[in-house]
């Protein structure tokens, strides 16, 4: 297997975007759309000559996709990348508002991703829904769905090699965004993250080509890492559960930092820790509905299943 790795420009917190490409005929991902980008990708490959595979619908990893002459996907990401996410955004400010933030605060964060978006990225309108095996060259990769970071995420995966896109990485913890599904109901993205998790660390991964800087750590380590930060995280937001709306929580535990990051983690541990019986929401509030022992349990309990920690 010969795989090309191409580091792009990302103005994003998690830094430059790693493209791949595999054998000469497969790219992993793109970047965001930037002369810089474009004028690099073009040097390495044919747009219309190599078929692009996605990872996940963020602006990082398919802002140029458009470019590209065969594109495909997880099927919902197909559907954000339609409109550069668009309908997302929409969707999100409507979450947002509904779990404490002001409206005028949710509306302005959604135009204001909207227009930092439209400067990265373009629609992509010929995007497919990826099978579950691609051929490159005379290999066969096996298509993963592993959602957590993304709902839509996948990784490709071959005889213990893994181009996991965001959802695992070293030195970095993806946030588990919030995903809507429609209006009122959204994916339980961090009980999602786990089985993701659960999942990964089932798998003989030898090597890992990672969406964002190197990968040099035993995949376990990184695996148990994150599932000790989630669980660092949900004691966190348990204690700040006094009352309070997610958005009180959200600016108790982070300010206005990166705030739509910190609210999508804080939904996520909160529907996390209401569907557990941990907590327990009323009129918008949050409040504790068990000791701080049962969340340790319970979390003793997530780490045996998926990471195998007695």
Not at 72 to 83: E, I, P
Not at 197 to 213: A, D, T
């Amino acid at each position: 297997m010969e795989v090309i790795r191409i580091e792009v420009y990302s103005p994003f917190p998690a830094g430059n975007t790693n493209v791949y490409v595999i054998n000469g005929e497969l790219m992993i991902d793109i970047g965001v759309d930037d002369e810089k980008v474009i004028g690099k990708i073009k040097k390495a490959v044919d747009p219309d000559a190599v078929n692009l595979i996605i990872t996940h619908p963020h602006a990082d990893h398919f802002g140029a996709a458009y470019l590209f002459k065969n594109v495909s996907a997880h099927k919902d990401a197909c559907k954000k990348m339609f409109d550069a996410e668009k309908e997302y955004f929409r969707l999100t400010s409507i979450h947002f508002a509904l779990e404490g933030m002001p409206e005028n605060l949710a509306v302005e964060m959604k135009e204001h991703a909207e227009k930092k978006y439209s400067r990265f990225v373009k629609p992509c309108q010929n995007c497919r829904k990826i099978q579950k095996k691609i051929k490159a060259g005379d290999e066969i990769f096996e298509v993963l769905h592993l959602p957590g970071h993304s709902f839509s995420h996948i990784a490709i995966y071959r005889r213990g090699h893994l181009f996991s896109g965001d959802i695992l990485l070293d030195g970095l913890t993806p946030n588990p965004v919030i995903e809507p599904i429609d209006e009122e109901k959204r994916h339980p993205v961090l009980k999602q993250y786990l089985e993701t998790i659960k999942r990964l660390n089932s798998m003989n991964i030898v090597r890992v080509y990672p969406g964002h800087r190197d990968f040099r750590r035993n995949v376990r380590d990184v695996l148990k890492e994150y599932v000790n930060s989630f669980e660092r995280r949900s004691h966190e937001i348990f204690n700040a559960c006094e009352g309070r709306t997610a958005f009180e929580i959200t600016l108790n535990l982070f300010g206005m930092n990166q705030l739509f990051l910190a609210m999508s983690e804080v939904i996520a541990h909160l529907d996390f820790l209401s569907e557990n019986g941990i907590i327990e929401k009323k009129e918008d509030r949050y409040r504790k509905n068990a000791d701080p022992r049962d969340l340790k349990e319970l979390w003793i309990e997530i780490k045996a299943e998926t990471i195998g920690e007695e």
